[in-house]
C-alpha cells in the first residue's frame, strides 16, 4: 500500500482480556518496528523486525507483551491479560533497509483498557 | 546511553512570528543520525528530516530550517514565519543501532 495501515484505529477492551493489533507496512519494506505512545511522551521502542524474525525485542515491557511477522509483511502485537497501564497509543513503522533513512509511521492503534 | 531532550514542552507563538524547538542528544556512538518529526492531531507521526552525525552542514527547506552542532550536541528546528497548519508536536529523535530514541516532544501552538 501507500502507506503504514493499522488496524483497529480504536480498541476499548477490559481489563484481563487479550488484544491483537495488526500493522500492514508499506508493501517492500523488510523492516517493521513496533512503538508504544504513553500520553504526553515521546515513542518508546518495543521490538523491530528484518524479514520474518524479531531481531530485537528488548523492548518489550514483559512476558504479556508479543509480536509476529510470520510472512514478513503484516506484523501482529499480541498482548495478553491486558493492565490498565497498557492503555497507549501503539505506533508501527516500516523502512527499506536498517531505518536509519527515516521510517514511515501508521496512524497508530489508541488501545484502552478499562 | 542514548537520550534525546527536548526542554520545552509546550510553545505558543502568533503566525508568522518564528520560533526555534530545542532538542539536545547523548550518545556515545561515533555513527548517529537525528530526526525531526511532526505529529498533528490525527496522530500519524511525519518525518520531517535526517541528519547524520557526519555532515553538520545546516539545512533549509522553505520555511524549516535545522542548525546541527556537534559541539553542543544540539540539533535545533526553525520555523519562520509560522503558520496555524504548523500546529503539531514535533518530535527530536536519535538513531544508533536498530532503535529511535525519542524525545518527549514539544507542542507549538500558533495562534491566529
Known amino acids: 500500500g501507500a502507506g503504514v495501515s493499522q488496524t483497529p484505529s480504536n480498541k476499548v477492551t477490559e481489563k484481563g482480556k487479550y488484544v491483537e493489533l495488526r500493522c500492514d507496512p508499506i508493501s517492500g519494506h523488510t523492516a517493521l518496528y513496533w512503538y508504544r505512545q504513553s500520553l504526553g511522551q515521546g515513542p518508546e521502542f518495543l521490538i523491530y523486525f528484518q524479514g520474518t524474525g524479531a531481531a530485537d525485542d528488548s523492548g518489550l515491557p514483559n512476558d504479556r507483551f508479543f509480536a509476529v511477522r510470520p510472512e514478513g509483511s503484516v506484523s501482529t502485537l499480541k498482548i495478553q491479560r491486558t493492565e490498565r497501564g497498557d492503555s497507549a497509543v501503539y505506533l508501527c513503522a516500516s523502512s527499506e533497509s536498517w531505518g536509519r533513512n527515516g521510517y514511515t509511521f501508521g496512524s497508530g492503534t489508541r488501545l484502552t483498557v478499562v | 546511553a542514548q537520550k534525546v531532550t527536548q526542554a520545552q514542552t509546550e510553545i505558543s507563538v502568533v503566525e508568522k512570528e518564528d520560533v526555534t524547538l530545542d532538542c539536545v542528544y547523548e550518545t556515545r556512538d561515533t555513527t548517529y543520525y537525528l530526526f525531526w518529526y511532526k505529529q498533528p492531531p490525527s496522530g500519524e507521526l511525519v518525518f520531517l528530516i535526517r541528519?547524520?552525525?557526519?555532515?553538520?552542514q545546516n539545512e533549509i527547506s522553505g520555511r524549516y530550517s535545522w542548525n546541527f552542532q556537534k559541539s553542543t550536541s544540539s540539533f535545533n528546528f526553525t520555523i519562520t514565519a509560522s503558520q496555524v497548519v504548523d500546529s503539531a508536536v514535533y518530535f527530536c529523535a536519535l538513531s544508533a543501532g536498530n532503535q529511535f530514541y525519542f524525545g518527549t516532544g514539544t507542542s507549538l501552538t500558533v495562534i491566529p
Open positions: 541528519r547524520n552525525s557526519f555532515d553538520e
